[in-house]
């Protein structure tokens, strides 16, 4: 199935077009998957074999599956490999994040932001980014929206270096962090359910008590360096765990109608 796949794509990328050639290559292997030349958790050829079977630099390989992670196609995991995602679901291994699982589901995303400073780096949070305390970081504090429904709270933390203009951050951070060649490689997770508190339930518009997933997140870049911590509060009711195997946990969105 695999030596049908690469011919299918080749003749793809032989089709006369205007776009860029990583642009061809990641719709050619959006079309593949779609004509189920690959299944959903089958393995795609390491980029610098999938460059050479398909005749094309590296680089345009890796663009293609940069924008293909983003949209949730694909799972990109350091040391496993690059497989096909499960639709509707996003691996907690993988470094692609809420508004890409929305967009793929048809839905649109938007943010209320809560905070969007530099501030000193609490004692308990300069721990988790193993750096000291009172060092300048990025407070991001918002709630995301789906269909303009509030879902989450996520408050995330992140050194100045990475984001020295936290201000001006709208949508996602991880794709601002490509456009800045900054790319998450890993990413740990410690996983809760919570009782909504007070507060938070009336910014989420569920009742007090209501269950909540609690996520834990810490994303560290190539270099093996901590880029972020996250806390991330999600509805109950709109999301839920599904534990394929140890190693491929997804967190599964469920639009629901208003």
């Given at each position: 199935?695999?030596?049908?796949?690469?011919?299918?794509?080749?003749?793809q990328?032989?089709?006369?077009?205007?776009?860029?050639?990583?642009?061809?290559?990641?719709?050619?292997?959006?079309?593949?998957?779609?004509?189920?030349?690959?299944?959903?958790?089958?393995?795609?050829?390491?980029?610098?074999?999938?460059?050479?079977?398909?005749?094309?630099?590296?680089?345009?390989?890796?663009?293609?599956?940069?924008?293909?992670?983003?949209?949730?196609v694909?799972?990109?995991?350091?040391?496993?490999?690059?497989?096909?995602?499960?639709?509707?679901?996003?691996?907690?291994?993988?470094?692609?994040?809420?508004?890409?699982?929305?967009?793929?589901?048809?839905?649109?995303?938007?943010?209320?932001?809560?905070?969007?400073?530099?501030?000193?780096?609490?004692?308990?949070?300069?721990?988790?980014?193993?750096?000291?305390?009172?060092?300048?970081?990025?407070?991001?504090?918002?709630?995301?929206?789906?269909?303009?429904?509030?879902?989450?709270?996520?408050?995330?933390?992140?050194?100045?270096?990475?984001?020295?203009?936290?201000?001006?951050?709208?949508?996602?951070?991880?794709?601002?962090?490509?456009?800045?060649?900054?790319?998450?490689?890993?990413?740990?997770?410690?996983?809760?359910?919570?009782?909504?508190?007070?507060?938070?339930?009336?910014?989420?518009?569920?009742?007090e008590?209501?269950?909540?997933?609690?996520?834990?997140?810490?994303?560290?870049?190539?270099?093996?360096?901590?880029?972020?911590?996250?806390?991330?509060?999600?509805?109950?009711?709109?999301?839920?765990?599904?534990?394929?195997?140890?190693?491929?946990?997804?967190?599964?969105?469920?639009?629901?109608?208003?």
């Open positions: 199935m695999l030596d049908h796949f690469v011919d299918w794509v080749c003749e990328l032989e089709k006369k077009s205007n776009s860029p050639r990583y642009i061809q290559l990641q719709k050619a292997i959006e079309m593949a998957i779609e004509k189920q030349l690959l299944n959903v958790g089958e393995f795609l050829p390491p980029e610098r074999r999938l460059a050479e079977l398909l005749n094309i630099s590296r680089v345009t390989v890796s663009k293609a599956m940069q924008i293909l992670e983003e949209k949730g694909i799972i990109r995991q350091q040391g496993i490999g690059t497989q096909v995602a499960k639709p509707g679901c996003s691996s907690l291994n993988q470094a692609v994040g809420f508004t890409s699982q929305i967009i793929k589901e048809g839905g649109t995303v938007s943010n209320y932001w809560l905070s969007r400073n530099i501030i000193p780096a609490p004692e308990e949070i300069a721990k988790k980014l193993s750096i000291n305390t009172g060092e300048p970081i990025a407070e991001l504090r918002r709630i995301r929206l789906a269909n303009g429904m509030p879902v989450s709270l996520e408050n995330t933390y992140i050194p100045r270096l990475y984001l020295p203009h936290p201000e001006l951050l709208e949508g996602s951070l991880y794709a601002h962090w490509e456009g800045q060649n900054i790319h998450l490689t890993n990413v740990h997770h410690k996983i809760k359910a919570i009782s909504c508190p007070t507060d938070l339930a009336i910014l989420l518009n569920v009742a008590s209501s269950p909540l997933l609690q996520i834990h997140q810490i994303s560290l870049n190539n270099q093996n360096d901590i880029i972020e911590f996250s806390e991330i509060l999600c509805r109950g009711d709109i999301y839920g765990l599904d534990f394929n195997s140890p190693q491929n946990i997804d967190i599964n969105y469920k639009p629901q109608n208003n």
